[in-house]
């Protein structure tokens, strides 16, 4: 069976080891990206099975992204789930608004992210 790929989109460094760190040792793919911009230069050029975006970053945030992803044609019914810290209604509304599917508030629970991976992606 071929592995699932996740890209994840955070500027902290350490987060994005963690992240891939949790995500690879239940099987997945990880690619890193290091903020919104490289993010959608990597989603063009590649489709993922799903991305995880944070909020807040420098270049491009995550809603700018999510809603730039839902422009494109290969990322209409990719899942996409934000990873803030931010998790006030206002802004997980704005998220939903945007195209997320769904929201993991940092710090994360590296279990109950991959559940909701599942669940995603399967």
């Given at each position: 069976?071929?592995?699932?790929?996740?890209?994840t989109v955070d500027d902290s460094s350490s987060f994005r080891q963690m992240l891939a760190f949790s995500l690879k040792a239940v099987g997945y793919r990880v690619v890193e990206a290091i903020d919104g911009e490289?993010?959608?230069e990597k989603a063009k050029s590649h489709t993922f099975d799903l991305v995880l975006t944070d909020q807040n970053m420098?270049?491009?945030?995550?809603?700018?992204?999510?809603?730039?992803l839902r422009a494109?044609?290969?990322?209409?019914?990719?899942p996409?789930?934000?990873l803030t810290t931010e998790a006030g209604d206002?802004?997980?509304m704005k998220g939903r608004a945007a195209g997320a599917n769904g929201w993991l508030v940092k710090p994360f629970d590296p279990?109950?992210?991959?559940?909701v991976v599942k669940k995603v992606i399967g």
């Open positions: 069976m071929i592995a699932k790929t996740i890209l490289d993010g959608l420098p270049r491009m945030d995550g809603l700018t992204l999510i809603r730039s494109l044609e290969n990322y209409r019914k990719v996409i789930l934000m206002d802004m997980k279990q109950r992210l991959n559940e």
